[in-house]
């Protein structure tokens, strides 16, 4: 049986209830582990089984809302605390001091918009959060905009899942192309700025 099917997904749901939702939404936030989550199609899924009555929508929202937040806050922490000492190497091709101070270039230009659209972007979402940790992004900015993006995620994903599991049979087997659809169209305003970027470049 995969593990990333529709039908197994949701029959995980409904046994492992809120407080597995709960930690999968965590772990898949901010734990270098959780990268192999699925998040996006999770919170479709569990918006689905709360149509059918097996979980409480106002309560699952909540529940997957604060998971985010203190899912990326621990990210962060961990980034903040472990990044420069991974990175203090001087020759390294990839955890160096040199990349440490791109970091934290990148993260002081576009730190804000990044952990936003993060959200919707699979696998990336994990590492985001520990790189602005490990850029030193600040704090305060970084969680005014951790709220925002799982704000928008929650209410985005379980309300979809849950209104469409209401009038649409079989919702189930759409969830795949659907989950796709939400993010290529939530990473569509980032891959424009990075074509400006790079337009300006070669004009340059």
């Known amino acids: 049986m995969d593990f990333f099917s529709t039908e197994t997904l949701i029959e995980i749901i409904k046994i492992v209830g809120y407080l597995g939702i709960s930690c999968i939404v965590f772990?898949?936030?901010?734990?270098?582990?959780?990268?192999?989550?699925?998040?996006d199609s999770l919170l479709f899924a569990t918006g689905i089984v709360a149509s059918q009555g097996y979980?409480?929508?106002?309560?699952?929202?909540?529940i997957i809302f604060i998971s985010a937040v203190l899912g990326d806050n621990f990210g962060y922490g961990f980034g903040k605390r472990f990044g420069p000492r991974v990175f203090n190497k001087e020759k390294s091709l990839f955890f160096n001091k040199e990349n440490l101070e791109k970091a934290k270039v990148f993260y002081r230009r576009h730190g804000p918009l990044t952990i936003v659209l993060a959200r919707f972007m699979p696998v990336i979402r994990t590492f985001v959060p520990i790189l602005a940790g490990v850029g030193k992004m600040n704090y305060k900015v970084f969680l005014f905009y951790n709220f925002l993006g799982a704000f928008l995620w929650s209410m985005s994903l379980v309300p979809a899942g849950f209104y469409?599991?209401?009038?649409?049979p079989n919702i189930d087997i759409y969830i795949l192309p659907i989950v796709i659809g939400i993010v290529l169209?939530?990473?569509?305003?980032?891959?424009?700025?990075?074509?400006?970027?790079?337009?300006?470049?070669?004009?340059?």
């Open 164 to 168: 469409l599991g209401s009038i649409v």
């Open 55 to 62: 979980l409480n929508i106002y309560f699952l929202i909540p």
């Open 27 to 39: 772990a898949e936030s901010g734990l270098l582990i959780g990268f192999f989550l699925p998040g």
């Open 185 to 204: 169209f939530s990473i569509l305003p980032s891959l424009v700025y990075i074509i400006k970027n790079h337009l300006k470049r070669i004009k340059k």
